[in-house]
């Protein structure tokens, strides 16, 4: 396991455009959440400890902010050959039981894990109604132990974008596990 730190956004950039299937056997496109005033861009996946880290606080957030036209879209980048728990087979079964209230995508491509920067799970994005970027940070400042959390970077970056005020300062990196890459050929 590879510990990585994200870049530091660009803020005002376009949110790349996707096109890929979840795991409600559906394909998903960047268009098709053009109605949210907020869209929460999640790179994750099943095996990583530092998403399971964050997960139910993430889920937590998610649902909280359903009711004020926020969506959250999860999308796992990994290679699945190599590492079978990240599988689409055991993405649909971890979104089952975990009960996710986003769409959970599979970017075999890795092309849009490319498109975006991403480097590592969990890698996040906000973006505002026109789909520029306004955060790429960490959920909060303690992601291994919930009970120590005193910010909540990604819900403050999340409120601040529904009130079009900037976005609190600094915003810190997230960290996590490498996004696994195919090997190339």
């Known amino acids: 396991?590879?510990?990585?730190?994200?870049?530091?956004?660009?803020?005002?950039?376009?949110?790349?455009?996707?096109?890929?299937?979840?795991?409600?056997?559906?394909?998903?496109?960047?268009?098709?959440y053009e109605n949210s005033s907020v869209l929460v861009v999640m790179f994750i996946c099943n095996?990583?400890?530092?998403?399971?880290?964050?997960?139910?606080?993430?889920?937590?957030?998610?649902?909280?902010?359903?009711?004020?036209?926020?969506?959250?879209?999860?999308?796992?980048?990994?290679?699945?050959?190599?590492?079978p728990d990240d599988s689409l087979e055991n993405m649909k079964i971890r979104s089952s039981e975990k009960l996710y209230p986003f769409d959970y995508l599979v970017d075999d491509s890795q092309l849009v894990a490319k498109a975006y920067g991403a480097v590592c799970t969990p890698d996040i994005y906000v973006f505002d109604r026109d789909r520029k970027l306004t955060?790429?940070?960490?959920?909060d400042d303690s992601p291994r132990n919930p009970a120590a959390v005193t910010n909540e970077d990604l819900k403050a970056a999340i409120e601040a974008t529904l009130d079009k005020k900037p976005i609190p300062s600094p915003q810190h990196a997230s960290m996590g596990c490498s996004i696994k890459w195919k090997e190339s050929d």
Do not use: W
């Not at 530091?8 to 998903?28: N, Q, R």
């Not at 998403?51 to 999308?75: H, P, T, W, Y």
């Not at 955060?135 to 959920?139: C, I, P, Q, S, T």
């Open 1 to 32: 396991m590879v510990l990585l730190h994200t870049p530091a956004g660009e803020i005002g950039a376009a949110a790349p455009d996707f096109s890929l299937m979840g795991v409600d056997g559906k394909k998903h496109s960047l268009s098709d």
């Open 135 to 139: 955060y790429r940070g960490r959920l």
């Open 47 to 83: 095996h990583c400890p530092y998403v399971q880290a964050i997960e139910s606080r993430l889920i937590a957030l998610a649902n909280k902010f359903s009711v004020k036209d926020v969506v959250f879209v999860g999308i796992n980048s990994n290679d699945q050959e190599r590492y």
